[in-house]
């Protein structure tokens, strides 16, 4: 079997097989430059050519990059080559001898953090509608980009206070709202400027759409709300504020994991308690802020008591 050609079977094993669209996409994208990469060695390459330093040899083309991008390569070459063998179209896989790079820790991993007062200061900057509902969506209920791209009014009861969302892998699940986000809906309703009809976009488009499509791109969330952190000075992602949601629920809900879990849409419980991980990392480090120096190093912090005549004087 030619190379390219099992790559497009092996795409259709995982459609099947109900993987993301989004997922399949990136594997494909790989795996074509891949293809492509065998192929200027040898033409036409049959998927029984390929030896384990063609596998190495692609790799090496994306040292330095994110170890999330690493990951994914490795995993779309040893997914195919696995499905082949067990296709009976190779004798053995050639990324077997290929260690799999190591993911760093997510306590480890460089992350955009946006504090409590940043939100209050994105609201205090919104100007239409548009970025209302699009901060207010994630903020309030910490759902996943493409979530909130996708949700329409038909999916929001305002009678029961619940989202109908529409979750990674396919997944849909029922939501409670909380109060202030319940009358931010409401208010949008009320109002003459968006429309709120059953197939409209609880998120509305930030210019008129030219094209009709069936499904937008979630790239409208990530425009508003990077323009609304730009416009206070502040690196803001959607996942940001999925993170201060988290963070923000666990603060005003100690112990609450699985309630979080479920609003977090996690499978895994080990998934949620990284917030809680981060957040009682952060907490600990406070106790640094009652360190002092006052008796040793002459400075005085308690400005505005009276002078008895034997403090020390600060150098100059």
């Not at 994105?122 to 909130?148: D, H, N, P």
């Not at 029922?174 to 409401?186: A, D, F, G, Q």
């Not at 990077?226 to 005003?252: C, M, N, P, Q, Y």
């Not at 308690?302 to 034997?310: L, P, S």
Request: hydrophobic share 40%; proline share 4%.
């Amino acid at each position: 079997m030619r190379l390219s050609r099992s790559v497009d079977l092996w795409m259709g094993e995982l459609a099947r097989a109900g993987r993301t669209e989004s997922s399949r996409r990136s594997y494909e994208r790989y795996l074509h430059k891949f293809v492509a990469q065998v192929e200027r060695r040898t033409a036409d390459a049959a998927a029984r050519d390929v030896t384990t330093n063609d596998c190495r040899a692609f790799l090496d083309n994306w040292i330095g990059k994110s170890p999330s991008t690493v990951a994914t390569i490795h995993s779309a070459l040893n997914g195919l080559f696995s499905w082949l063998y067990l296709e009976s179209e190779i004798d053995a896989n050639p990324m077997t001898r290929v260690a799999r790079p190591r993911r760093p820790r997510p306590g480890d991993v460089e992350v955009v953090i946006v504090t409590p007062l940043d939100v209050e200061r994105m609201f205090a900057a919104v100007e239409t509608w548009q970025e209302l509902l699009c901060l207010s969506v994630l903020a309030y209920t910490g759902i996943r980009r493409a979530s909130a791209a996708g949700l329409r009014w038909r999916e929001v009861d305002l009678a029961s206070g619940t989202i109908r969302v529409r979750e990674k892998g396919g997944k849909v699940s029922t939501k409670p709202v909380s109060n202030e986000l319940l009358e931010i809906l409401r208010a949008a309703v009320e109002s003459d400027e968006v429309g709120c009809r059953g197939d409209d976009y609880v998120i509305p488009n930030r210019r008129a759409a030219t094209v009709r499509r069936k499904e937008r791109s979630d790239k409208v969330i990530w425009e508003t709300i990077v323009d609304l952190g730009e416009r206070i000075g502040v690196r803001v992602t959607v996942h940001a504020l999925r993170r201060a949601f988290a963070v923000s629920f666990l603060t005003s809900h100690p112990g609450a994991l699985e309630s979080l879990q479920a609003l977090m849409s996690h499978s895994r419980i080990d998934t949620t308690e990284v917030y809680l991980r981060a957040l009682n990392r952060d907490l600990a480090m406070e106790a640094v802020r009652d360190l002092s120096w006052n008796r040793t190093s002459g400075f005085q912090s308690d400005r505005g008591k009276a002078h008895t005549g034997f403090e020390p004087v600060p150098p100059p």
